[in-house]
């Protein structure tokens, strides 16, 4: 396959539920830095965690399409919980390459582990999927045991801005206390949220459990893709600057101005759309 | 007005974002143990408390078109942050009387204040509103003060079962502290998932302050609102048992199980919608 230039400098899609795939995007221009990208945030229906597999699929697959429309050169999935229910799904209807944060994370974490114990946290319908369990054991010699453990109120916790008080603290040491029973040494930051609460989790856990944000490894695994697809960073122009819009199925102003205190930089461009309509 | 026997036995419509109004239908069956209810939760787009108006104006019309289908009496609005939002909008469409659960709220806490210190809780959206606010100053005389808090965290609490634990208690403490300091001795319970969590409220503001609980409000003011229209409970035939169905946006099964849970007993017949074509 040999693309035109016109394919390589098309922008990278990049979709969420909301806000927490901005990690992700965070990542990307970091280790992408002259890629542009579009970015969709499924405000108007967030959290996708809590919700059922049919309407996971059907909500991932209308963010899919809205994106196509940006004439993408790859689709990164960008949540966990859309990434454990739609990846088939998606990956049968897009014709381009699609990235998702599951496999990258579990990768990550087969490598990390030491004493063959590695915990997963993540969302409720992301740990009922089972789908970060099976990517890991088949990564994983015979042997190695995974734990599984659902925290649905850290996303609360991140949007709040509790990330590093008194409440914050005693929530992790409850979700994380049967895996740190466990005796794990890898923990897999199985939501886009969770990174924000870093600094807890590690608290809870002991320093000598190695965590694994899936933001960093999908960014990883976006640029290892575009290389091998010959769709890598364009050559580079004196002067250009990567450009970054950013759409949202609730208000633009109001997702600018969250979207911006996630970040902590200022959101230029972003745009309202009817995703039902996809 | 003369309505006919049809009418009066015709079923009182509810909704909400998603299981919080069940605590409006459990006070409805009891103040009005002869009626029929149709349920909607729209819990494939829950929650509304942090989205934007314009979001939760259009979901919330969506949600009322639907039931009109059913040939609802009357449409109580179970959810504090559509009531905030979208009342005006829904009362020029529906055509049936609509109660929703600000106001009683509003006049109970006007009743219940004796040192003219009000304190009102919800969702993000239902204080940015300021609607409860304006209703309870109308009520009230001049000099009355009010203070609101927005506990954003409290839907994720009751949602996990966490009613009366050591963070719940911990959380509380956290939101409530100004409205304590404050002085008041009546808060508004302004979201229908806080009565789960009246223990640990009423723990954090001590046994002075009366809590307003909207769900009690609201089913009181649609049994006179009924009465006043002549639409009130029928006749009682030999046998009869009301019927309640429910419906959702999200999977029929998973509101079946965390909507039986949440309240406690069988819900024996849900089934889903799609909303979106509403």
Redesign the interface.
């Known amino acids: 396959m040999t693309p035109d230039d016109a394919s390589s400098r098309a922008p990278i899609g990049i979709f969420d539920s909301g806000l927490g795939g901005l990690t992700v995007l965070q990542e990307i221009e970091r280790q992408l830095p002259d890629e542009d990208t579009v970015y969709f945030g499924d405000?108007?229906?967030?959290p996708y965690g809590?919700?059922?597999?049919?309407?996971i699929v059907k909500f991932a697959l209308q963010d899919m399409r809205f994106l196509l429309e940006h004439r993408i050169k790859a689709l990164v999935i960008a949540c966990n919980t859309a990434s454990a229910h739609a990846f088939d799904e998606i990956r049968a209807e897009a014709g381009i390459p699609v990235l998702e944060v599951i496999g990258p994370g579990a990768m990550a974490a087969a490598q990390a582990t030491r004493n063959g114990r590695i915990g997963i946290i993540g969302t409720q319908a992301t740990v009922d999927s089972g789908v970060y369990l099976r990517a890991v054991e088949t990564l994983t010699p015979l042997g190695v045991v995974i734990h599984q453990q659902a925290c649905?109120?850290f996303?609360?916790?991140a949007?709040?801005g509790?990330w590093e008080n008194?409440?914050a603290r005693?929530?992790a040491v409850?979700y994380l206390a049967p895996l740190r029973k466990a005796g794990i040494d890898t923990l897999v930051l199985g939501c886009t949220h969770y990174p924000l609460l870093k600094k807890v989790i590690s608290e809870a856990m002991g320093p000598s459990v190695a965590l694994i944000d899936s933001a960093t490894e999908v960014a990883r695994a976006t640029r290892s893709r575009l290389a091998l697809a010959g769709l890598g960073e364009p050559p580079r122009v004196e002067g250009h600057t990567a450009r970054h819009v950013f759409y949202t199925?609730?208000?633009a102003e109001?997702f600018r101005q969250l979207g911006g205190a996630f970040l902590r930089k200022e959101i230029a461009e972003a745009h309202k759309v009817e995703i039902?309509r996809f």
Chains 1, 2 share one sequence.
Request: aromatic share 4%; hydrophobic share 25%; glycine share 8%.
């Open positions: 405000s108007g229906r967030a809590t919700k059922s597999h049919d309407t649905p109120l996303v609360g916790l949007e709040e509790w008194d409440i005693r929530v409850e199925s609730d208000s109001r039902e």
